[in-house]
């Protein structure tokens, strides 16, 4: 079975700063898909940034990007500077494939952001 | 365009009572997954329906089943309530074009509290 593992439950860093949280997952698949999540405080799961498997180009999105190490099945986000908006729970996710619609989550990282 | 809809968002019930959770998709979404978060397990996959019929199923007691109709609306029901059933749950559309999923959108959750 898919694991998925954050091991930094909580995070802070200061406005404008930059912030890297970590991410490892184990799977036996060669294919697949990672996410990142944010659930702030309204509880409404929105997407970070997407990562497939077979791309071997981080994925960017504005102030967000990822460290995708597929050998060591690790999959960190970083946040360039960090504004007070960001602050939220983080969750890291793993899909098997493109038809598959089951989210493997961690157990998540709370992000505060210090003015 | 409308997001996925759950109602109700709060909900309280007492222990051995059933209770139903509603989830309305994105319009032409026609897969609809559940969720449900707690503290301690966090983010766990209960069902994926998808064209009225249970495509996935996670670990979860019998106690624990869904149903989709036609229009793509999606129920969770919960029978015998035990306290460990008090968390947020959460559902997610997806628009299935091919056999791949597209679009994957949380709605803001219902909070369910059993006493």
């Known amino acids: 079975a898919q694991t998925v593992t954050q091991s930094q439950p909580e995070m802070s860093v200061q406005e404008a700063e930059t912030v890297t949280l970590s991410c490892t997952y184990d799977?036996?698949?060669?294919?697949?898909?990672l996410f990142w999540y944010k659930q702030p405080p309204s509880r409404q799961m929105i997407l970070v940034i997407r990562?497939?498997?077979?791309?071997?180009q981080n994925a960017t999105e504005n102030r967000f990007s990822v460290n995708f190490q597929k050998a060591a099945k690790s999959f960190s986000l970083k946040i360039s500077d960090s504004q007070l908006g960001d602050a939220a729970m983080y969750f890291c996710?793993?899909?098997?494939?493109?038809?598959?619609?089951?989210?493997?989550f961690g157990q998540g990282t709370r992000l505060t952001i210090n003015p | 365009k409308a997001g996925v809809t759950q109602t109700p968002r709060y909900l309280i019930k007492t222990r051995g009572q059933q209770v139903t959770l509603s989830c309305s998709p994105i319009?032409?979404?026609?897969?609809v997954s559940w969720y449900q978060q707690t503290p301690g397990q966090g983010l766990q996959f209960l069902f994926e329906?998808?064209?009225?019929?249970?495509?996935n199923k996670g670990n979860f007691p019998g106690r624990f089943s869904g149903r989709q109709f036609s229009n793509s609306r999606s129920e969770m029901n919960v029978s015998t309530l035990e306290l460990g059933d008090s968390a947020l749950y959460l559902c997610?559309?997806?628009?299935?074009?091919?056999?791949?999923?597209?679009?994957?959108?949380f709605g803001s959750g219902t909070r369910l509290t059993v006493v």
């Open positions: 997610a559309s997806s628009l299935i074009l091919g056999g791949v999923g597209y679009g994957y959108t």
């Open positions: 799977t036996s698949e060669s294919d697949y898909y």
């Open positions: 990562q497939e498997a077979y791309k071997q």
């Open positions: 996710a793993y899909r098997k494939d493109q038809g598959a619609q089951k989210l493997v």
């Open positions: 319009s032409g979404h026609r897969s």
């Open positions: 329906y998808f064209s009225e019929t249970q495509r």
